[in-house]
Nanobody, 114 residues
Framework: QVQLVESGGGLVQAGESLRLSCTAS????????VGWYRQAPGKQRELVAS???????VYSDSVKGRFTISRDNARNTVYLQMNSLKPEDTAVYYC????????WGQGTQVTVSS
């Protein structure tokens, strides 16, 4: 069974940056669009960024211009560079194929203090 492992979260102050990584144990990312999702306390999980197998990207309005998604297909890894972080970015962040089935990982907590 493919495992998704997210890392790189932490506690930062507003305006600072973090870089998240997500590695798949198998080849689930190959040929698939992969997304970064986040879930804040009491809110539904939302898709904030996605990247196709050829590198085309889409961002939600809330992170556009601040976050950058990228991927390393050879390493089965997807990244999320998060700049100019805001307190409203506080959430657990997950990666997951957008159109394929997989078990969700544990996520990585991002906390932004004001």
């Amino acid at each position: 069974q493919v495992q998704l492992v997210e890392s790189g979260g932490g506690l930062v102050q507003a305006g600072e940056s973090l870089r998240l990584s997500c590695t798949a144990s198998g080849s689930i990312f190959n040929g698939n669009t992969v997304g970064w999702y986040r879930q804040a306390p009491g809110k539904q999980r939302e898709l904030v960024a996605s990247i196709t197998s050829v590198g085309s990207t889409v961002y939600s309005d809330s992170v556009k211009g601040r976050f950058t998604i990228s991927r390393d297909n050879a390493r089965n890894t997807v990244y999320l560079q998060m700049n100019s972080l805001k307190p409203e970015d506080t959430a657990v962040y997950y990666c997951h194929p957008v159109y394929a089935s997989a078990v969700w990982g544990q996520g990585t907590q991002v906390t932004v203090s004001s």
